[in-house]
């Protein structure tokens, strides 16, 4: 993994919090709004999972809790294609991306630098 997100906690806002909220989303079902807001509901959801993954429970998105969320911080230049390339070795994993971001990507073309998206984990 190249670059971890930036550290967020309750009254952060922007893309990486909406990254947060739909890698929470995507990886323990917890039906947070993707909003770009780091409100009560996402400070609880990340308590959630930090406990379930036997993380220390402080509700702060932090570098052990994004390591656990699998995700991946887009870079310039990158696409879904480069991504999936880069961290599956199958540029044809891109639509899996796409499909576990769709919550904040609307357009599989237009992913922008500092945008967190969640990685597909492949047993």
Do not use: C, H
Not at 27 to 38: E, K
Not at 50 to 69: C, E, K, M, N, R
Not at 76 to 95: C, I, M, P, Y
């Amino acid at each position: 993994m190249a670059q971890l997100p930036p550290t967020l906690k309750k009254g952060s806002k922007g893309d990486a919090v909406k990254g947060l909220q739909n890698a929470l989303n995507e990886r323990a079902s917890q039906g947070v709004t993707v909003d770009g807001n780091f409100g009560p509901a996402t400070e609880t959801a990340v308590k959630g999972y930090q406990g379930a993954a036997s993380l220390t429970v402080d509700g702060i998105a932090g570098p052990a809790t994004w390591q656990a969320l699998y995700v991946y911080v887009v870079q310039r230049g990158d696409s879904l294609s480069k991504v999936a390339q880069e961290n599956f070795g199958d540029a044809n994993r891109w639509t899996d991306i796409y499909n576990m971001n769709q919550a904040f990507i609307s357009d599989p073309d237009k992913i922008t630098p500092g945008q967190v998206l969640t990685l597909p984990i492949y047993e």
